[in-house]
């Protein structure tokens, strides 16, 4: 079911006259329900990231930034609303990706490793968004630091650093 979810994700670029005729259609010839095409309409409230997009040499934020908008297609608004973040802020970290001509992994969509990060994880400002990921994959994951580190391409002392400042941020100890 995700992944007709993300098949669809085009459906946000139609006109509504467009999309009223679809739906129209999609009653009539396939017998579509309200309550599917309802169902259907919630695909942003779900949306989960592939581990492998923070593997790049994007920031963990352009990362996110880069996934929503070519992968997912949304725009900027929709991606600052989900983050909870400045517009401006988004299309500035889009920009400053597209300006170095940074790119996501190769491999980002296939999602290797089948961890998948539920976005709305960082909708919390208390930490940064890499904090956030590396503590979801320690607490939800149970990965050490030398897994988390090869999984994201990233120095094992790094990830132990980003740890230990999440854990000072939020007053847990481990």
Request: net charge positive; proline share 3%.
């Amino acid at each position: 079911m995700t992944q007709r979810r993300e098949d669809l994700e085009f459906l946000h670029h139609l006109e509504k006259t467009d999309l009223l005729d679809l739906v129209r259609r999609l009653k009539e010839k396939k017998g579509v329900s309200a309550r599917e095409l309802k169902d259907l309409s919630s695909v942003h409230d779900k949306i989960s990231l592939p581990l492998e997009i923070f593997a790049g040499e994007c920031s963990p934020l352009e990362a996110v930034v880069v996934y929503l908008k070519e992968h997912r297609w949304l725009p900027y608004h929709k991606i600052a609303v989900l983050l909870q973040r400045d517009d401006r802020t988004i299309w500035s970290t889009y920009d400053h990706v597209r300006r170095k001509k940074k790119r996501l992994p190769f491999d980002c969509a296939k999602n290797v490793s089948g961890i998948r990060i539920p976005l709305d994880l960082f909708r919390k400002r208390r930490l940064s968004i890499f904090e956030t990921l590396v503590s979801y994959l320690r607490k939800r994951h149970g990965l050490h630091f030398r897994e988390i580190a090869d999984l994201l391409h990233r120095d094992q002392r790094t990830i132990w650093t980003i740890d230990y400042r999440s854990r000072q941020k939020g007053g847990r100890k481990r």
